[in-house]
């Protein structure tokens, strides 16, 4: 019933997407419109694949640093990435890959200096450095972007912020065959990580006892939700809140065992984002509105509800 | 079966010291574990019980001397294989998320299961007996955090219990229990070690518990062994007194000793 209902919302949330936009298609010649076929689809299927991810993402995170608040973003990729993003804004770099690929790298350097950080106490990976390294590292990283953005003329730091908050018009069918190609790698990771993943959440020295190999476990996960978020963060920029609201609304739902929950996260993340994007793109059409926009300002009141559900077991 | 068994767990003239310590957390320990026994580890803090178990468990790495499980050193265990053989309740530790019995205790299947593959029917059987040997499937479906102190550490042993493991062992199980579940805690454990024929090591401070329940203990003070066998031959005024600074007097019930602490008066100069 449950996974009846997600499905059917996946399929809602994909319709809506290819059927509703600024442009009005009439319904009988959906399957027949370029609109549709090279800007809505490819739309929807990358929506859908940065969210699912996302949502994979922040829940193994949150298993991963113990803290059930935690968030993809928290780890300082967004920090990373929006830095290498308004660099390539900045400094004109040319072609439609270079932007992505400039937050691409921008946020694989701040997984590197946060992991590096983690490691700082010896072999072990410490969950607690990795959370206040991600925080730092990104708080650092925002300083140096808003340097930059401050230098900038005005129709770039326009396009630098529109970037920083998310959105999927960069869609095109190039980006979801690299995504369709990159995203399944770390997520079969993090799926392989279910059990492991549940034994940890009573603690690293249970888990051992239990028989999970803890280190291994640790930066399997990191790596793997890190580089998935890297790889949604290049194409689509941060999008807020979806990383965070659906691997708890799939708790909620499911419960914490990861075998069902990280299914779940990914249907569930990838809906709320091509939902979300609907949003953005027909509320104020023929304007757009960046779809992190969306994602918080549905995201925020769910999530100060959930709070509320999480204080009282 | 008449040939000799290897012990379940064998220290041999363990010596270990934690980087930058001046002194060592554990010098010249040997005990081993059959089969059928249940071997107390005693002390006062600090006198390296923790350790001891850090190294049985293959987390530590002696500098001298070896830790053996079934024959082979615990630290060249896969994590995995060893949770087949040793099943560990820890002193602590705290759930993340909210959790039923039934699903806490299936988590001690996890050695068992393949990388994605399914819990199949007779790990779900391995659970219900572990948990009625504890006396809580009438537990299964409670929360958690809705469970006494007893009713918990019942369930994680139950949990340690569902890795089917030959060895057993426990940290401070009965620490902040009351009177009747610490009590229903060692007959419990005595239990398992006499029906199911478990090796049991357990760290304890209760002196008293120790010596009615187990066969034999292992008194360490500042990381060396004082005293070790029968509960009768380890547990003497003097060694007590001596151990853990302290004036005591002794008794015996059903063979086996007990130890009163006595108010410290100014006349005793220990």
Redesign the interface.
Same mark, same amino acid.
């Given at each position: 019933m449950r996974w009846t209902l997600l499905v059917v919302l996946v399929l809602l949330a994909l319709l809506a997407s290819v059927a509703l936009g600024p442009a009005a298609v009439p319904l009988g010649e959906l399957l027949h419109s370029d609109i549709v076929w090279n800007l809505r689809v490819p739309r929807a299927l990358l929506a859908f694949l940065v969210g699912g991810s996302l949502g994979v993402a922040g829940a193994g995170l949150q298993?991963l640093v @113990?803290n059930?608040l935690a968030d993809p973003f928290l780890l300082g990729l967004s920090g990373g990435a929006g830095l290498g993003a308004v660099l390539a804004i900045a400094l004109h770099a040319p072609g439609p890959w270079a932007l992505p690929l400039a937050a691409f790298v921008g946020a694989l350097a701040a997984l590197g200096l946060v992991y590096r950080l983690g490691l700082i106490g010896g072999a072990a990976l410490d969950p607690r450095i990795l959370l206040l390294g991600g925080v730092a590292i990104g708080a650092f990283a925002a300083a140096v972007t808003t340097a930059i953005v401050s230098l900038a003329d005005a129709a770039e730091l326009r396009n630098a912020f529109l970037w920083l908050w998310g959105g999927l018009s960069g869609a095109s069918w190039d980006t979801v065959l690299v995504v369709a190609l990159y995203a399944p790698i770390p997520l079969i990771v993090l799926f =392989?990580a279910s @059990?492991?993943l549940?034994?940890l =959440?009573? #603690?690293e020295?249970?888990a #051992?006892?239990? #028989?999970?190999?803890?280190e291994q476990v640790k930066r399997r996960v990191y790596l793997a939700a890190s580089l998935l978020t890297a790889a949604a963060v290049a194409v689509s920029g941060v999008i807020g809140f979806v990383g965070l609201v659906v691997p708890h609304i799939a @708790?909620l739902t499911w #419960?914490? @065992?990861h075998r069902v929950l990280l299914p779940a996260a990914f249907l569930g993340g990838g809906a709320l984002l091509a939902f979300a994007d609907v949003l953005a793109r027909t509320v104020v059409a023929p304007r757009e509105l960046p779809v992190g926009v969306v994602t918080a300002l549905i995201g925020v009141p769910v999530f100060t509800m959930l709070l509320r559900r999480w204080t009282i077991? | 079966m008449t040939a000799p068994l290897l012990p379940l767990l064998r220290l041999n003239g363990v010596r270990y010291r934690y980087s930058g310590a001046t002194q060592d957390a554990l010098h010249d320990v040997s005990l081993a574990i059959a089969p059928h026994q249940f071997h107390a580890v005693l002390g006062p803090n600090g006198s390296g019980k923790t350790t001891l178990v850090r190294v049985a468990l293959g987390a530590l790495v002696p500098l001298v001397g070896r830790a053996d499980v079934i024959g082979v050193p615990a630290s060249q265990w896969s994590r995995q294989e060893l949770a087949r053989v040793v099943g560990v309740v820890p002193q602590r530790e705290d759930n993340l998320f909210p959790q039923r019995v039934r699903e806490t205790v299936l988590l001690g299947r996890y050695p068992h299961l393949t990388l994605w593959g399914a819990e199949r029917a007779e790990d779900h059987e391995a659970v219900d007996r572990a948990l009625r040997a504890c006396d809580a499937a009438q537990l299964a479906d409670r929360w958690l955090w809705t469970l006494s102190g007893g009713e918990y550490q019942r369930v994680r042993l139950a949990r340690a219990l569902a890795q089917q493991p030959q060895l057993l062992v426990l940290d401070e199980p009965a620490m902040s229990l009351d009177l009747k579940h610490q009590m229903e805690l060692f007959e419990l454990v005595r239990g398992l070690v006499d029906q199911q024929g478990l090796g049991v090591l357990m760290i304890t401070h209760d002196l008293n518990l120790a010596a009615r329940f187990a066969d034999s203990l292992l008194l360490l003070a500042e990381g060396r062994p004082v005293a070790s066998g029968a509960p009768a031959d380890v547990l003497t005024q003097e060694t007590v007194e001596t151990v853990f600074s302290w004036p005591v007097a002794m008794q015996t019930i059903d063979g086996r000793p007990q130890m009163i602490p006595l108010r410290k008066r100014e006349e005793l100069h220990l």
């Open positions: 298993a @113990r059930p =392989a @059990r492991p549940d034994l =959440a009573l #603690g020295e249970s #051992g006892y239990l #028989g999970a190999d803890v @708790r #419960g914490h @065992r077991p | -």
